[in-house]
């Protein structure tokens, strides 16, 4: 077919409802200063005015508030409406606090500050950082991606955070990894979910090098231009939209570069159903769930899905080689 198309996350672009206020605290954040003089001094000012001893975030008291909202990259968009914020921010699956969809007030039990970030494996220098240092060397950004569960629900969020690119460059891998494998925090103190010993915890996810450093994967630091609540990963997690949402990681405590592929948390847990790959796509169904179609949240619609999510144009290549394998589960 020669007929040019509207790449998907093209279409409609005035679909996507910005909230006004956005551009307006933008603008003013612009107007006061350019953002490094913001950046640098936002933790000071954050410091004088959280007074918890363990330095704990609380409600309103995050030390990164100040980083947000983050500019908008245009360059991703898309074809429907922003989920309500009170819907992506109340339906949530984290398995850590249960295996329902309502577990945004137990998520607040997980302490998000201090938080360190490691690095290991085949790199130059492993390293450990505090989340506050790692988010003053990446270029926050905002960007509106869609999200795909393997339940066959989506939302369309507002994200932000920093291209993963720009924290592998950090992290200066070996040309030998070949993967990353991601890890959240483990501590069944704080987080009930962990207790279930049929489970194998920590939540593990893995991508290949060249998936990770695509354009589109994602590290989300921030949402509707605040930061993370916990039910969404705080203070970090992971966004690849074409992927089905259990390879988008919450709250990422370690990065491991290796040159073996990872097992992930629901391959371990049921191969049959659950590969690394995990791609999206409408005409592989998983054993529960047709994929053809998808619930938008906060609607009455199902549409169709699309193969990787209406994300082909960006990672389609990535999977030439690979075309044996079971890519789509
Ligand atoms: N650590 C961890 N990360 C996780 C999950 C989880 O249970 N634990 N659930 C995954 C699944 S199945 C989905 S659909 C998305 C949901 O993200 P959201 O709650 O922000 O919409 O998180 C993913 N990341
Ligand atoms: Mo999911």
């Given at each position: 077919?020669?007929?040019?198309?509207?790449?998907?996350?093209?279409?409609?672009?005035?679909?996507?409802?910005?909230?006004?206020?956005?551009?307006?605290?933008?603008?003013?954040?612009?107007?006061?200063?350019?953002?490094?003089?913001?950046?640098?001094?936002?933790?000071?000012?954050?410091?004088?005015?959280?007074?918890?001893?363990?330095?704990?975030?609380?409600?309103?008291?995050?030390?990164?508030?100040?980083?947000?909202?983050?500019?908008?990259?245009?360059?991703?968009?898309?074809?429907?409406?922003?989920?309500?914020?009170?819907?992506?921010?109340?339906?949530n699956n984290f398995y850590e606090f249960g295996s329902h969809k309502q577990i945004w007030r137990d998520a607040q039990a997980l302490p998000i500050?201090?938080w360190?970030?490691?690095?290991?494996?085949?790199?130059?220098?492993?390293?450990?950082?505090?989340?506050?240092?790692?988010?003053?060397?990446?270029?926050?950004?905002?960007?509106?991606?869609?999200?795909?569960?393997?339940?066959?629900?989506?939302?369309?969020?507002?994200?932000?955070?920093?291209?993963?690119?720009?924290?592998?460059?950090?992290?200066?891998?070996?040309?030998?990894?070949?993967?990353?494998?991601m890890e959240t925090f483990l501590d069944p103190d704080v987080a009930p979910g962990q207790k279930a010993f049929w489970y194998p915890w920590p939540y593990v996810e893995?991508?290949?090098?060249?998936?990770?450093?695509?354009?589109?994967?994602?590290?989300?630091?921030?949402?509707?231009?605040?930061?993370?609540?916990k039910q969404?990963g705080a203070?970090?997690r992971?966004?690849?939209?074409?992927?089905?949402?259990f390879?988008?990681i919450k709250s990422i405590v370690r990065?491991?570069?290796?040159?073996?592929?990872?097992v992930t948390f629901w391959e371990e847990v049921q191969?049959?159903?659950y590969?690394?790959?995990?791609?999206?796509?409408?005409?592989?169904?998983?054993?529960?769930?047709?994929?053809?179609?998808?619930?938008?949240?906060?609607?009455?619609?199902?549409?169709?899905?699309?193969?990787?999510?209406?994300?082909?144009?960006?990672?389609?290549?990535?999977?030439?080689?690979?075309?044996?394998?079971?890519?789509?589960?």
């Open positions: 077919m020669l007929i040019k198309r509207k790449r998907g996350w093209e279409l409609k672009e005035s679909a996507a409802t910005p909230d006004r206020v956005f551009h307006q605290r933008r603008a003013l954040i612009k107007a006061v200063a350019a953002g490094p003089l913001v950046i640098a001094a936002a933790p000071l000012l954050a410091t004088a005015a959280c007074g918890d001893e363990d330095g704990e975030a609380t409600a309103g008291r995050d030390p990164s508030a100040r980083l947000y909202p983050a500019p908008r990259n245009p360059r991703y968009r898309l074809d429907r409406p922003l989920t309500d914020k009170a819907l992506a921010t109340t339906y500050r201090p360190t970030v490691t690095v290991d494996g085949m790199v130059e220098k492993p390293i450990t950082i505090a989340i506050d240092d790692l988010l003053k060397r990446m270029p926050l950004e905002e960007r509106l991606y869609r999200l795909r569960c393997v339940e066959a629900w989506s939302m369309a969020v507002p994200w932000s955070g920093f291209a993963m690119q720009a924290f592998v460059d950090f992290a200066r891998p070996l040309s030998a990894a070949q993967y990353v494998r893995g991508l290949t090098i060249a998936e990770a450093t695509n354009e589109l994967a994602f590290l989300v630091t921030g949402v509707y231009g605040q930061p993370l609540p969404n203070p970090l992971l966004a690849v939209p074409w992927k089905y949402g390879k988008s990065f491991t570069f290796t040159d073996r592929r990872p191969p049959r159903e590969g690394f790959w995990a791609n999206v796509n409408p005409e592989v169904p998983h054993p529960r769930w047709s994929q053809a179609t998808e619930r938008v949240l906060g609607t009455d619609e199902r549409v169709p899905t699309r193969l990787y999510n209406g994300y082909g144009e960006f990672v389609a290549h990535l999977y030439k080689g690979v075309a044996g394998e079971r890519l789509f589960m």
